[in-house]
């Protein structure tokens, strides 16, 4: 177990010694920063001096092992338009995406669960039908897309809930959060459901074909047979063999919902993590770009490792050993 | 009966709570502000706030002209001398009088602080003080442009940000400016919160409390806008304009941009990289010649791109200067549509049977770019310039056009920051010369003597009528030569909630202390 862990662990600093070459080379093939944040009056001597400032007049191999120096000291380097740690506004930026992924996540439970259950123990009834239908436009529908309805609907036309920005905060342990107030919270609900929309239609689908095929098992059957309420047969026997490979799959989303809320953060304005690496990346803000996909690549692996690591736990039959993936 | 009663009452309350509100303002902003330090980033962002908080010597009013802002007058002693005079009732957010040692101390600051910016407005500059209110700034050679540089930064102050870093502006302990806002609340992304100087040498602004929110997105920035969770947005975008004017809660103001949208036709080398003939074989760039630099502005129909692709939200452009800009020269015409005119100014260069050309431009920086630039390759293609488009993020766009110089046909636009002629004509006209700032975005690569000739003489020209002609000549002789070919001018459009005011402006920028409640 331990070499399984240290073998994992070695992999993925591989894995973010990769992307942090493949992030800031390909950075500077786009453009060069100071070519759209330069002064339009700025005459040859000016521009040297914000390359310079930037640290961008040195060869990229040399900029990239001086930012390498500083990652092993704990420093990502700067942003160049805001002038702080790029770590420091990352960070800032994390409590809204948790708050909202958080969200998001509970959303799906909450709503893709039982609708799955219900779609799976009535597959051929009208709202069953309905439910699946409606979990292939979750599916197929473009976020962006239904985010803007969303606002034109609710924000615009009926008024109820508020179009862009985070709302009222409460600081809980120096942490701004929004979920906590009446204002912050209906600021949360439109964003929050946009993002939630697909995975409560995957985990529905999941639900619903775990619920098909378990039903049909010997277990359930004799379960059925002895007599035992239908009520406890989907509640304990069938809910707890499907919800492993849900569990699985939610794990790995949550990495999905904190790291790639971008477009809904950007239509609705929420200041997350999301919106600020949209921003870095109109504005070829590198060490910003590089410290955001750091902390991503850092988090999948982390998820991944849990996963791996609590799938064992969960199920005696998987034996991590140290040639498995 | 009691239903009725409970729906005026809620009603009424709402009026109440309306009225309680009207002094606030909340701001959808399209570009963000990223740092409240104004000497960090000149970013558009930046610049409109640090105009709130901190103040410039020199203003430009709506129409981008100058006026007085921190200092009351100015005057040219003689050619290497300017005088200014701080106004006697600016102060700083704490009281203390403005004097010019916060110029001296805002002069050594710039050139050492975050992208070193603004030092191209102060490093060639020596400051005398005369007394607490009034400086004297020499130069080495003339510089007629001197108010305009002094409107370009913003004045800190020496007792409140001597020593300190940016990070103590964006928590708001330096952030004591001398404007007619007080720094209350900055959360980065979220929110920029601002209360009413009372003590504004101008007078009170007129709203007490201003929030601004960085909304990025121009769909969202509309929906908050008809959500009522903003009274005011900025920079419309030009397909929900129409929308917008007709709902009867809102009122728009628009003016036309100082940014002029032009092409830049590669204008120098033997053979371009994106012209190719019929056959696909290199030709000889046919850009050299000024006939099929003049072909390519008959064959744009000008009124077409701004009635149907910008949906009447433009202005057809004579030249790469807006109008009412100092050295816009209102003898110049727009080029008529005349796509006969240009079969035979192609037939008349020897490319009569016409030739393959790909044009370059951005899909996201200018108003619908993206479709002016497919509009523009039919035109040149009606006249017989094959013409292919390629539309490129501006993150990759303009270090290939101004530093690179690849394209052989590209569209970009230009509001000149000195708000006259000399940076249309300096930087896109002059011939190219790495070391002086001359011709720097010459993407052209375009080299006329006799017009250098001009520009040099106009500025350092310090008498106004004098230099203004030289601009108009010079300007007249690069059109007449197709450099570059002007396009259109674009709209800068606000929508308000009925009832508050907001003068549209020339230079694009959103001024919360011209907005008002009435």
Not at chain 2, 93 to 103: E, F, K, L, Q, R
């Amino acid at each position: 177990m331990t070499v399984f862990i240290i073998r994992r662990l070695l992999q993925s600093v591989l894995v973010v010694v990769a992307m942090t070459l493949i992030v800031f080379f390909g950075v500077n093939v786009i453009g060069n920063p100071v070519d759209i944040l330069i002064n339009p009056d700025c005459d040859k001597i000016c521009y040297a001096a914000a390359m310079k400032a930037l640290g961008l007049d040195l060869p990229i191999h040399e900029q990239y092992f001086i930012f390498v120096k500083n990652v092993l000291q704990g420093d990502l380097g700067r942003s160049f338009i805001l002038g702080i740690p790029a770590i420091k506004l990352i960070v800032s930026r994390l409590p809204a995406t948790i708050e909202l992924a958080g969200m998001a996540m509970t959303m799906t439970l909450v709503f893709g669960i039982p609708l799955g259950l219900w779609a799976g123990l009535r597959p051929n009834s009208t709202s069953g039908r309905m439910i699946m239908g409606f979990s292939i436009l979750g599916f197929s529908l473009p976020t962006f897309w239904v985010g803007l309805m969303m606002i034109m609907v609710f924000s615009v036309e009926l008024g109820w809930l508020p179009p862009t920005g985070r709302g009222d905060t409460v600081t809980v342990l120096g942490l701004p959060f929004s979920f906590l107030t009446l204002d912050g919270l209906s600021h949360m609900i439109l964003p929050a459901t946009n993002l939630a929309l697909f995975h409560i239609a995957l985990v529905t689908r999941l639900t619903r074909s775990g619920v098909r095929e378990t039903m049909l098992m010997d277990f359930v059957k004799f379960a059925r047979a002895k007599g035992v309420s239908s009520t406890r047969v989907i509640f304990v026997h069938v809910l707890k063999n499907i919800l492993i490979p849900i569990v699985t799959v939610l794990g790995l989303e949550l990495g999905g919902l904190l790291a790639f809320a971008v477009v809904t953060e950007s239509i609705f304005a929420w200041p997350g993590m999301g919106k600020l690496l949209i921003e870095s990346i109109t504005l070829l803000d590198r060490p910003v770009i590089v410290g955001y996909l750091m902390l991503i690549v850092f988090m999948f692996v982390a998820i991944n490792l849990a996963v791996d690591i609590l799938y064992s736990a969960l199920d005696p039959r998987v034996r991590v050993q140290g040639s498995s993936r | 009966m009691t239903k009725r009663a409970i729906a005026a009452g809620v009603a009424t309350a709402a009026l109440l709570v309306g009225s309680a509100y009207a002094a606030d303002l909340r701001v959808g902003m399209g570009a963000e502000t990223t740092s409240i330090d104004p000497h960090y980033f000149a970013g558009f962002g930046n610049i409109q706030i640090d105009l709130a908080i901190f103040g410039h010597l020199v203003n430009y009013d709506s129409k981008f002209r100058i006026m007085p802002g921190l200092a009351e007058s100015w005057k040219s002693i003689d050619d290497k001398t300017w005088e200014f005079k701080i106004r006697s009732n600016a102060k700083w957010h704490d009281g203390s009088p403005v004097t010019v040692d916060d110029v001296i101390h805002t002069f050594k600051r710039i050139p050492e602080t975050g992208l070193k910016q603004f030092a191209v407005y102060v490093v060639d500059k020596q400051i005398v003080k005369i007394d607490d209110k009034t400086f004297h700034l020499k130069t080495q050679v003339p510089n007629p442009l001197m108010p305009n540089n002094m409107a370009a930064f913003a004045l800190v102050s020496k007792k409140h940000s001597e020593g300190l870093a940016t990070e103590d502006f964006n928590s708001g302990k330096a952030a004591i400016g001398a404007g007619p806002f007080k720094f209350v609340e900055w959360v980065k992304g979220d929110r920029l919160v601002l209360t009413a100087n009372p003590d504004y040498w101008a007078g009170k602004p007129g709203f007490d409390k201003v929030t601004l929110k960085p909304i990025g997105s121009s769909a969202s920035r509309v929906a908050s806008m008809l959500a009522g969770e903003v009274d005011m947005i900025e920079k419309v975008p030009a397909p929900d304009i129409a929308k917008l004017k007709q709902n009867a809660n809102l009122t728009v103001v628009q003016t036309p941009s100082c940014r002029v949208m032009m092409l830049h036709p590669d204008a120098s080398r033997e053979s371009s990289p994106y012209v190719t003939g019929l056959d696909d074989k290199p030709i000889r760039n046919p850009f050299r010649d000024s006939r099929v630099r003049m072909a390519v502005s008959k064959a744009i129909n000008r009124d077409a791109i701004v009635s149907r692709v910008l949906d009447g939200n433009g202005v057809a452009a004579s030249q790469h200067l807006a109008p009412g800009l100092f050295g816009h020269n209102p003898n110049i015409k727009v080029e008529a549509y005349d796509p006969e005119g240009a079969k035979k100014l192609l037939q008349a260069a020897g490319y009569g049977q016409g030739f393959k050309l790909t044009i370059h431009g951005t899909n996201d920086r200018y108003d619908n770019d993206g479709q002016i630039l497919e509009a523009l390759g039919q035109m040149l293609s009606q006249v017989g310039i094959q013409t292919k488009v390629e539309p490129l993020s501006l993150t990759v766009f303009f270090g290939r056009l101004y530093g690179k110089v690849e394209f052989s046909l590209a569209m970009a636009g230009n509001c000149p920051g000195t708000a006259e002629a000399s940076s249309s004509l300096k930087e896109f006209v002059a011939t190219f010369n790495a070391s002086d700032g001359y011709g720097i975005y010459n993407a052209h690569r375009y080299s006329n003597p006799r017009i250098d000739a001009i520009i040099k003489e106009a500025v350092s020209t310090i008498d106004d009528p004098k230099r203004e002609k030289l601009f108009q000549e010079a300007l007249a002789a690069a059109i007449a030569d197709g450099i570059p070919i002007p396009l259109h001018q674009q709209m800068n459009t606000w929508a308000m909630r009925k009832g508050m005011t907001y003068e549209a402006r020339t230079d694009e920028m959103t001024l919360v202390q011209f907005a008002r409640p009435n």
